[in-house]
């Protein structure tokens, strides 16, 4: 039994969009593009379409051959995308600034949040709603 290949058959929409953009670049048309493709730029497979884009000279691409490519009309937004260590060191301090005791801001955390470490928050839009509470409480105990 022949193993499956992880490297998609055809270009990803994202080497495609590179191939053009790196094309506009070297004032290069669609046309010309598409003769140095050998024809349809969709018609290329996903090792080709990295070569070419090599060749015009593009850097690393977000989806290399083998692997699988993000969905497609998907966009990251603060909803989906994941919480950063910025935004877990941010509300750290936040929290030391709020409460004294680490236990108390641990607490404060679990009645209002319903999480027990900042991690848990997993989102980037959770962890701005923190933020913001955190910054309006730090406002109203310093006037």
Not at 57 to 73: M, S, V
Not at 97 to 114: H, M, P, S, T
């Amino acid at each position: 039994m022949a193993a499956l290949s992880r490297q998609p058959k055809t270009s990803t929409i994202q080497q495609r969009k590179a191939i053009i953009a790196l094309g506009r670049k070297w004032d290069q048309s669609i046309d010309d593009l598409r003769q140095i493709a050998g024809g349809s730029l969709r018609a290329l497979s996903a090792q080709q379409a990295s070569d070419l884009i090599t060749r015009l000279g593009g850097g690393d691409l977000p989806n290399e051959p083998g692997r699988k490519p993000r969905p497609y009309g998907r966009r990251t937004t603060d909803a989906t995308r994941m919480i950063h260590q910025d935004h877990v060191e941010q509300i750290e301090r936040l929290l030391r600034e709020c409460f004294d005791d680490d236990k108390r801001g641990v607490a404060w955390l679990r009645k209002n949040f319903k999480v027990d470490e900042v991690r848990e928050l997993a989102t980037a839009r959770r962890a701005g709603e923190v933020i913001a509470t955190l910054k309006r409480m730090i406002e109203r105990s310093h006037p």
